[in-house]
């Protein structure tokens, strides 16, 4: 409610001088949620961060293809800070023109330490051994833990090089980044559409089911277990869309969806959704049961009581809102959180009923090794303006 009241209150007030614009071009406030509406007290990192956080950015650059669009958005009360925008404007127009981005030189990969790979291991085991005892004994249909991975990097971390390797590495994924200051960047590669809505047309992905390296995804298709737990994942999302009185659309049956070196089973939803409010249906379809689970409200507190760190931004939602009412909104998965020397590297399993633990174990360890591939170590320090990107 607060995000869509600010996306409102900010694109309102905005003067578009070009009205006409193509659809990448109209101003957007980007977003970015944490998991849990509350944060506990358990985790001092995730202290001073609120539940939801809007911008309006000052400069927004948008791009398909060869074809990019600037836009400058500021506060004018006269004709000269109008003329004076336009200015500022015209020269950064002309700044981009004449040379490359300059995305830094690449770094070396960060080699985590195989100690710290066993430790969280080891964490992870007792959850996930309850975590089995629920879901087979019937208490919960399924339950997504996740793991966290800490790493001390040793230096400063600089994003922007990151992001380069992610468009190569994790090709189909939506890259992400929201940098509040130069030690504290959320960044990440997510495979998983939580809505989208163009032109009142809505979209929504079921993601859930992993199949790892060489892997042609064929067996992923046969598992019983696999293709029971991105069923839940379809069923409940097409309910909650019911609920809201949209009529879904889906396949029948699930396909296989490839991000870097996973594939995943993948079933699209469609629905036409004239005159709804995405942040409101967003609302009601976050947290899908593909990184929380099943009944909603149980499995969500059995992750406050099994999972020893506070999620912050992982697995919530992040993406942009326009001045058409079109949204794009993606589950932050595959993300890493970095905060000075520390970088935090996130992944969670879904369990379901016939759940074997060692391979909940591997496919977190699959997850997290992806992730490890994607960093990159920059010497020097970052630059202290904020920076968020949100990139298809």
């Known amino acids: ?186 960044f990440g590669a997510s495979p998983e559409r939580l809505i989208s809505l163009r032109g009142g047309f809505l979209r929504s992905d079921a993601l859930a089911g992993t199949a790892g390296p060489g892997d042609d995804g064929q067996q992923l298709l046969r598992s019983d277990k696999d293709r029971r737990e991105h069923e839940l994942v379809v069923e409940t999302i097409t309910d909650q869309l019911r609920r809201s009185g949209l009529s879904p659309w889906r396949r029948p049956q699930p396909q296989l969806s490839r991000h870097g070196r996973l594939t995943h089973l993948h079933t699209p939803i469609t629905a036409a959704a004239q005159g709804k409010s995405v942040l409101a249906l967003a609302e009601q379809l976050h947290p899908t049961p593909a990184v929380a689970g099943l009944p909603r409200r149980e499995a969500m507190a059995w992750l406050r009581t099994l999972e020893p760190f506070e999620r912050g931004n992982y697995a919530a939602p992040i993406g942009w809102i326009d001045s058409a009412g079109d949204a794009e909104l993606r589950v932050a998965i595959r993300c890493g959180h970095a905060q000075g020397r520390r970088l935090d590297l996130t992944a969670g399993a879904g369990l379901v009923r016939g759940s074997i633990a060692e391979r909940e174990l591997q496919e977190v360890g699959l997850k997290l090794a992806v992730l490890a591939d994607q960093l990159v170590c920059v010497q020097g320090n970052g630059s202290e303006r904020s920076r968020h990107s949100i990139e298809d």
């Open 1 to 186: 409610e607060l995000a869509q009241r600010f996306a409102d209150l900010s694109l309102s007030r905005l003067t578009d001088t070009k009205p006409d614009a193509p659809t990448l071009a109209r101003p957007r406030v980007l977003l970015s949620f944490q998991f849990f509406d509350q944060t506990s007290e358990r985790d001092h990192n995730t202290h001073g961060c609120p539940s939801v956080q809007a911008v309006l950015p000052r400069w927004q650059l948008s791009r398909h293809g060869r074809r990019g669009w600037l836009r400058l958005n500021g506060v004018v009360s006269n004709a000269a800070e109008a003329r004076e925008l336009a200015e500022q404007l015209w020269l950064k127009h002309l700044d981009l023109q004449d040379r490359e981005p300059d995305l830094g030189r690449p770094s070396p990969a960060i080699h985590l330490d195989t100690r710290d790979s066993s430790s969280w291991q080891q964490r992870y085991a007792s959850a996930l051994e309850r975590g089995l005892e629920l879901v087979n004994g019937g208490e919960l249909h399924k339950l997504v833990l996740a793991v966290r991975q800490s790493i001390d990097v040793g230096t400063s971390f600089d994003p922007l090089p990151l992001l380069t390797r992610l468009r190569h590495q994790q090709a189909g994924s939506c890259r992400f980044l929201w940098q509040r200051k130069a030690d504290d960047v959320f």
